[in-house]
């Protein structure tokens, strides 16, 4: 389905079925002899979204690995094996570094609030669409699991003011800040990012901290290969039950470089490419003329210049 300004999913459609991806993902990621991660929530969030395909990705009963292979689950879990260890690893670092306030944006499934080893003090905002908040809360709430901080929901469509609701949820502009933006860049249009980010350095007292990762931008021809080799992976996902075009998804045109757009609003940026975050984990790196090898991970710091 194509995108609209105005349109709605659940986590088992469009936009939100990206999420029950990742955490199925991150679920057999976790489940691997040597794992870079553990979210032992990550399965059972995916068991209550009910959707077959995602549940059998998350619990490792989907066909051989070489269809796994086809399907991109293999690079899609390798890949979420060192992202999730990077944004881990980047919140704990701005914990130590004594850093009390945090905002996970699209949140999605996300279970850091749950699963990591926070400071006492620490305040963690998931902000989602309504809809994805109940859920999580709900399902984790069944399983007996409670937060390992002080977690504050915020639901509300980043489309809308999601600034307001944040500040109405107790957010403190004038303390500084951990911020995550991940997985999410490609699914805004150029402009809706560049409001983002100049909505979070605008919140973002100095000493702030983010963490996102993203692509450099691409040329058509490079933005047809994308197109096709979603279009060949959605194909194999059809053939195993779950129909989803995720090449509709996302947002590939022209846009601002985030780690350029962000070091000419006060941040001070640092980047490492995905292949160098794969190449530690020990995983399989993308060769040069695959689109996924574009992508990097930066991290940043707010200087408080605007």
């Known amino acids: 389905m194509t995108r609209t300004d105005n349109d709605t999913w659940d986590l088992a459609s469009s936009v939100g079925a990206t999420a029950t991806l990742v955490a199925a993902a991150r679920a057999a990621a976790s489940r691997e002899s040597e794992p870079l991660i553990d979210d032992p929530f990550a399965e059972p969030l995916v068991r209550a979204v009910g959707v077959d395909f995602f549940t059998k990705m998350a619990s490792g ?58 400071p006492t003090g620490m305040v963690v905002f998931e902000i989602d669409q309504p809809e994805v908040i109940a859920f999580k ?23 809308n003011d999601w600034a307001s609701a944040l500040r109405e949820a107790g957010f403190d502009p004038t303390t500084p800040t951990a911020w995550s933006a991940e997985g999410l860049l490609g699914y805004l249009p150029p402009d809706a990012q560049d409001r983002l980010l100049d909505t979070i350095t605008d919140l973002s007292a100095a000493g702030s901290r983010i963490a996102i990762d993203t692509a450099p931008p691409s040329n058509e021809q490079e933005r047809e290969e994308s197109r096709e080799k979603m279009e060949e992976i959605a194909a194999h996902w059809r053939e195993n039950g779950f129909d989803l075009d995720f090449g509709s998804l996302v947002y590939l045109g022209e846009r601002n470089e985030a780690s350029t757009y ?14 160098d975050l794969l190449a530690a984990g020990r995983r399989g790196t993308f060769d040069e003329d ?16 605007r």
Request: one cysteine or more; charged letters at 20%.
């Open 61 to 118: 009963d989907l066909p051989t690995t070489d269809e796994q292979s086809a399907m991109g689950v293999t690079r899609m879990t390798d890949n979420m094996a060192v992202r999730t260890k990077f944004f881990d690893e980047f919140f704990l670092g701005a914990a130590a570094a004594g850093v009390r306030q945090v905002v996970i944006l699209a949140s999605g499934l996300d279970s850091r609030a749950y699963r990591l080893d926070w």
């Open 137 to 159: 809360t709900q399902t984790l709430a069944e399983q007996g699991a409670t937060p390992t901080c002080d977690r504050r929901t915020v639901a509300v469509d980043l489309r």
């Open 290 to 305: 695959e689109p996924m090898g574009k992508l990097y991970y930066l991290s940043a710091v707010y200087g408080g210049t």
């Open 262 to 275: 962000l070091g000419g609003h006060g941040w001070q940026v640092s980047s490492s490419p995905v292949n």
